[in-house]
């Protein structure tokens, strides 16, 4: 009996038909008896709860603003940063301002985006928040209960819309001042939504192009009656851009909104919209193709600053160019002429600085070769003389009378000192090592056991040698 009125129940809710609407995603049964206050009412509550957690959708990446703040973030985000880029860098490229209609249509691009993102129709699919939580004008927390009716994202999108700008056109390059002047004048009186602040606009707009005549007119000492800047020295960026900041702050809605509790308290409409959908935009082809253009306009310019015309004249030659250009010019004559210039005509067409720098040239090849006779006649002296250096002792001029008498003492060290002379050791060196080049092994380690004696012989010869003339300066 109670299977049966439970299943009546559940056929009446239509719970599975919410469920094949995608309107819950889930629903289960639970038996709660009559009281809750013993412990198996209270653990059929409990985990009837911990269903719902563990069923409990995710948190809804939904963010909150006002509908001024919004367009205001969005235009600052994604279009603010390409205009001002683009007018940087033409300023400092010395170009014109940019086309009117590219800034436009890219204004108007990115309005049209965000008003998509605030009416999407996946916001439709959302049932939140509950009836009983819902609030009149809406939060940040939560909304009205009318957010996501499609009337009411309708209405956002066409008030997001209302932003735009008309379309403006640029005029023919030969269009006269005074008429492009009142056709910016009557484009501008298409922007305000009353008539009250027309005039603040419109006072904006004058003093720009009065501006603009003035620095016209200073490089242009004596004007013609009725001439005027042309359209490409007319500010067109800073024209929209007056446009565009009168638009954001003398918006008003086209009408009010459909649901009276979509206004706030303070007169503020609340939209919501998915954060993740304001990274989807995409650049109008218009602004591409306006970009490139300004590429190759600064690439040109660049090169056309970097490029100086040369023509190949007489006088903007060098003084020495000139001269190599007139002599051959003149060898090209001869050349045609079916002969070969001789030296006499080579010499009569030069001047005064080649001869110079021909004399000069001959007399440091002299120069030259007698520097080199000087050096190989030097290089035989030395090697004639090198022979006498060998013979001489390095004794002092005068020996004291201890090493006089000492003839056993003297005789080594007058040996010694023979022998050490820096230019016969190299000599014997020389010679030995020439002779120990044939020889096998233990030949060679024979005759280094020699030059080992000979040199600790050396060696007590030299102390001595020393010693004698310490004793000399005690003297």
């Known amino acids: 009996m109670q299977v049966t009125f439970i299943y009546v129940c559940l056929k009446g809710l239509m719970l599975q038909d919410l469920v094949s609407a995608k309107l819950i995603s889930d629903y289960t049964v639970t038996e709660i008896p009559d009281t809750i206050n013993d412990l198996q009412g209270s653990t059929k509550v409990l985990q009837a709860v911990q269903w719902l957690v563990s069923h409990c959708p995710h948190s809804l990446d939904l963010c909150c603003q006002t509908l001024i703040?919004?367009?205001?973030?969005?235009?600052?985000?994604e279009f603010s940063g390409r205009f001002f880029h683009d007018r940087r860098e033409r300023r400092l490229?010395?170009?014109?301002?940019?086309?009117?209609?590219?800034?436009?249509?890219?204004?108007?691009?990115?309005?049209?985006?965000?008003a998509s993102v605030v009416s999407s129709e996946q916001l439709c699919d959302l049932s939140w928040p509950v009836t009983e939580f819902a609030e009149a004008g809406g939060s940040r927390l939560l909304p009205h209960l009318h957010w996501n009716a499609p009337e009411h994202l309708a209405w956002l999108k066409q008030a997001v819309l209302g932003f735009q700008l008309p379309?403006?056109?640029?005029?023919?390059?030969?269009?006269?001042?005074?008429?492009?002047c009142s056709m910016v004048v009557q484009y501008a009186s298409q922007i305000p939504s009353s008539r009250q602040t027309q005039p603040v606009l419109q006072s904006q707009v004058e003093n720009l192009l009065h501006r603009t005549y003035c620095?016209?007119?200073?490089?242009?000492?004596?004007?013609?009656?009725?001439?005027?800047?042309?359209?490409?020295?007319?500010?067109?960026d800073d024209l929209i851009a007056l446009c565009i900041n009168h638009k954001l702050r003398d918006w008003t809605p086209p009408r009010l909104p459909v649901t009276s509790e979509a206004l706030s308290e303070d007169g503020q409409i609340c939209v919501y919209f998915f954060k993740n959908d304001l990274k989807k935009y995409d650049v109008p082809l218009s602004w591409e193709q306006a970009r490139l253009q300004t590429q190759k306009e600064l690439q040109l310019r660049e090169g056309r600053l970097a490029i100086k015309p040369f023509h190949p004249s007489a006088n903007n030659f060098p003084i020495p160019l000139l001269h190599m250009h007139r002599n051959?010019?003149?060898?090209?004559?001869?050349?045609?002429?079916?002969?070969?210039?001789?030296?006499?005509?080579?010499?009569?067409?030069?001047?005064?600085?080649e001869l110079l720098a021909q004399c000069l040239s001959?007399?440091?090849?002299?120069?030259?070769?007698?520097?080199?006779?000087?050096?190989?006649?030097?290089?035989?002296?030395?090697?004639?003389d090198s022979g006498?250096?060998?013979?001489?002792?390095?004794?002092?001029?005068?020996?004291?009378?201890?090493l006089v008498s000492l003839s056993h003492t003297i005789e080594p060290v007058m040996k010694t000192s023979v022998t050490t002379s820096p230019q016969s050791d190299m000599m014997r060196e020389q010679l030995q090592l020439s002779e120990a080049t044939g020889t096998c092994l233990g030949e060679r380690l024979k005759h280094l056991e020699r030059l080992i004696r000979s040199s600790r012989e050396e060696e007590v010869a030299s102390e001595l040698h020393l010693s004698a003339l310490l004793d000399m300066v005690d003297i």
Request: aromatic share 8%; hydrophobic share 35%.
């Open 69 to 77: 703040q919004y367009v205001e973030d969005g235009i600052g985000h």
């Open 93 to 114: 490229g010395g170009l014109a301002s940019q086309e009117p209609g590219a800034i436009i249509e890219l204004f108007n691009s990115v309005l049209q985006f965000l």
């Open 167 to 180: 379309q403006m056109d640029l005029p023919p390059l030969g269009a006269p001042w005074l008429p492009v």
């Open 215 to 236: 620095r016209w007119k200073s490089k242009s000492p004596s004007p013609v009656h009725g001439a005027g800047p042309s359209v490409m020295e007319i500010p067109w």
């Open 328 to 353: 051959w010019k003149r060898s090209t004559e001869c050349a045609q002429e079916g002969r070969i210039p001789s030296t006499e005509d080579l010499m009569r067409g030069a001047s005064a600085e």
């Open 362 to 384: 001959s007399s440091l090849l002299l120069e030259k070769e007698e520097n080199k006779r000087f050096e190989d006649q030097l290089q035989q002296w030395l090697s004639e």
């Open 388 to 402: 006498a250096f060998t013979d001489l002792t390095s004794l002092p001029l005068y020996l004291p009378q201890t």
